[in-house]
């Protein structure tokens, strides 16, 4: 009879009870998991994705002849995989680590480029390691140009935990003394190459306010704690059997299973958050098994969400109670909006004359970077916030004009000459329009409402952009480099794969979802560690910042956990 409650199976409920609960096993959830691990809780870690373990890779030692087409996606990838095969970094020796776009549909109200890992790790195994810290020039913004609102935090407040995440994660650097981009706890840099120094020293000859530094990534320079230095094999898309460059499988995940507190569960695809309207907390979640298509219930204390940002805006409006009829937490209507990605797609390239007797030996992982010089001190016309370069200089094969034959083969064994590219990541602004939603007219393979995503680059990011292109070309002029050459467009929202926003931090719970702590305004035990969280999203790439925030939430959910105020 209703409300007796000898027919509740309290035994299941018991076996599927924890401390914590972490949705996602990317950069952040894993963390969260090695963190709460780490201060006694026991954790589940549920995860969507199939199952890998460092260091079981499975193309990491293949030469390319060993593929049937030698790198090359099918017609059937790029059908299967029509989204993911947008994305310059899918290929066939490491598409198995990605979603099958068929398989797991979503709507694209304006052209969205959602990249989604489906393993155990997420992105983690497939992201590009640069790490740079955040200043008070990002976290201010938005209080300064009225775009967004005010960040709950500043640089202070999250510098000890910076410092924390790069020792635990191992970042190599230079220190520069830069404002605009802080320092961090490095291991030694990488080495630039002959014609990157020249380039270095005509550059900042010539403009006081530019900078060129070595890449800050997330590669060894040194062996650490159980891991191997970087053999910089640039093969880090397939996954590092050797642990030189960070990812949950290599860092966070053996350390938290370490700790004999850590359980994880794969094939788990989260539907909701359960809320208890009496005792306003969440109790737990509901997932699908997406093995046996059935659907199980866990039960912990506190719950980190840290599905990525888009997945993470599905759980959410998806959890609807008579509380919250718009999904949870979402008292001020905020939960999905203020989708943010970072803008890219323009490259210049130019011929460098000379150093014809020089060249470099093997590889890098990591490139040259020009950090942000522009809407520092003064503010440039037609439009906010700012950008950053990336690049490098390379030799190529020798130009020839050779027939078949031995004359051929020798010219190719021949360096040409050297060539210097630049490419640019911009910020875009908080717009409260680009959201994502809920389609309830249409269901996904699950069942379940589909996701919905309506995102575009404005004009702000498109003057920034133009800009770009004249900077990258003066520079390089200025460098005294011939034949200079624009190329590319900007991309699509979600291509940068740093996609933010919609539960954003905030001092006012009528604006923002979280507070300083990542912990959402209504509802005390639920904590949102990942892209979801930024308020902005300045033009750096974003996991270290992530991460940091990931161990500071952490560490204030146990201690207000032991306070019995969540």
């Given at each position: 009879m209703p409300g007796d409650s000898t027919h509740l199976n309290t035994r299941s409920i018991s076996q599927n009870t924890y401390d914590a609960i972490v949705v996602g096993s990317g950069i952040s959830g894993s963390l969260a998991a090695k963190e709460l691990c780490e201060k006694g809780l026991k954790v589940l870690l549920l995860e969507r994705g199939k199952d890998?373990?460092?260091?079981?890779?499975?193309?990491?030692?293949?030469?390319?002849?060993?593929?049937?087409?030698?790198?090359?996606?099918?017609?059937?990838?790029?059908?299967?995989?029509y989204v993911q095969s947008r994305h310059y970094s899918y290929g066939e020796d490491n598409k198995q680590f990605y979603i099958n776009d068929r398989e797991n549909p979503y709507t694209e109200l304006k052209r969205y480029d959602w990249v989604r890992a489906d393993i155990v790790g997420g992105r983690s195994i497939l992201w590009a390691r640069q790490c740079y810290r955040w200043s008070d020039l990002d976290f201010e913004a938005n209080a300064k140009d009225g775009y967004g609102v005010?960040?709950?935090?500043?640089?202070?407040?999250?510098?000890?935990?910076?410092?924390?995440?790069?020792t635990f994660a191992g970042i190599s650097g230079s220190r520069e003394g830069l404002p605009e981009l802080p320092d961090g706890k490095f291991l030694p840099p990488f080495e630039m190459n002959c014609v990157e120094k020249d380039f270095k020293k005509k550059m900042e000859a010539k403009f006081s306010d530019r900078k060129l530094i070595i890449g800050r990534t997330a590669?060894?320079?040194?062996?650490?704690?159980?891991?191997?230095?970087?053999?910089?094999?640039?093969?880090?898309?397939?996954?590092?059997?050797?642990?030189?460059?960070?990812?949950?499988?290599?860092?966070?995940?053996?350390?938290?299973?370490?700790?004999?507190?850590?359980?994880?569960?794969?094939?788990?695809?989260?539907?909701?958050?359960?809320?208890?309207?009496?005792?306003?907390?969440?109790?737990?979640?509901?997932?699908?098994?997406?093995?046996?298509?059935?659907?199980?219930?866990f039960f912990a204390k506190i719950i980190f969400l840290n599905a990525a940002t888009l997945a993470t805006a599905f759980i959410l409006l998806n959890s609807t109670s008579s509380r919250f009829p718009n999904g949870l937490g979402n008292g001020s209507e905020q939960v999905g909006r203020n989708l943010m990605d970072h803008h890219k797609g323009i490259s210049t390239?130019?011929?460098?004359?000379?150093?014809?007797?020089?060249?470099?030996?093997g590889r890098r992982p990591t490139g040259v970077y020009i950090p942000?010089?522009?809407?520092?001190?003064?503010?440039?016309?037609?439009?906010?916030?700012?950008?950053?370069?990336?690049?490098?200089?390379a030799r190529g094969r020798m130009d020839n004009d050779q027939p078949v034959g031995i004359a051929l083969k020798e010219s190719l064994s021949e360096p040409g000459g050297w060539t210097i590219g630049i490419y640019a990541f911009g910020e875009c602004l908080p717009y409260e329009e680009n959201r994502v939603v809920l389609d309830k007219e249409k269901k996904d393979p699950w069942g379940r409402?589909?996701?919905?995503?309506?995102?575009?680059?404005?004009?702000?990011?498109?003057?920034?952009?133009?800009?770009?292109?004249?900077?990258?070309?003066?520079?390089?002029?200025?460098?005294?480099?011939?034949n200079i050459k624009v190329n590319g467009a900007i991309s699509f929202p979600g291509n940068?794969?740093?996609?933010?926003?919609?539960?954003?931090?905030?001092?006012?719970?009528?604006?923002?979802?979280?507070?300083?702590?990542?912990?959402?305004?209504?509802?005390?035990?639920?904590?949102?560690?990942?892209?979801?969280?930024?308020?902005?999203?300045?033009?750096?790439?974003?996991?270290?910042?992530?991460?940091?925030?990931?161990?500071?939430?952490?560490?204030?959910?146990?201690?207000?956990?032991?306070?019995?105020?969540?």
């Open positions: 890998l373990v460092h260091p079981h890779y499975p193309t990491t030692h293949k030469n390319i002849w060993d593929f049937k087409h030698r790198g090359n996606l099918t017609i059937e990838d790029k059908e299967s995989c005010d960040w709950p935090i500043r640089y202070k407040d999250i510098a000890p935990w910076y410092d924390y995440v790069e590669n060894l320079t040194a062996p650490k704690e159980g891991r191997g230095q970087c053999q910089a094999r640039n093969l880090c898309h397939r996954g590092c059997p050797y642990g030189a460059y960070y990812s949950s499988n290599s860092g966070a995940i053996p350390a938290a299973l370490a700790t004999n507190n850590l359980t994880v569960r794969p094939h788990s695809l989260v539907n909701r958050v359960i809320y208890d309207e009496q005792k306003q907390r969440a109790t737990g979640v509901e997932i699908i098994d997406t093995q046996t298509k059935k659907t199980e219930e390239t130019a011929e460098v004359e000379g150093f014809l007797d020089s060249y470099y030996y942000r010089f522009r809407n520092i001190t003064t503010q440039t016309p037609g439009f906010l916030r700012g950008y950053h370069y990336g690049g490098g200089a409402p589909m996701i919905a995503v309506d995102c575009e680059f404005k004009e702000n990011e498109r003057n920034m952009v133009e800009d770009i292109k004249l900077t990258s070309q003066e520079i390089l002029h200025t460098a005294g480099y011939k940068a794969n740093h996609e933010m926003g919609i539960a954003r931090m905030g001092r006012d719970p009528k604006t923002s979802v979280l507070n300083a702590f990542n912990q959402m305004h209504e509802v005390p035990n639920v904590f949102i560690t990942d892209g979801s969280c930024m308020t902005s999203g300045s033009c750096v790439n974003p996991s270290i910042t992530y991460m940091a925030l990931t161990a500071r939430a952490c560490d204030y959910a146990v201690r207000e956990l032991k306070k019995q105020n969540i």
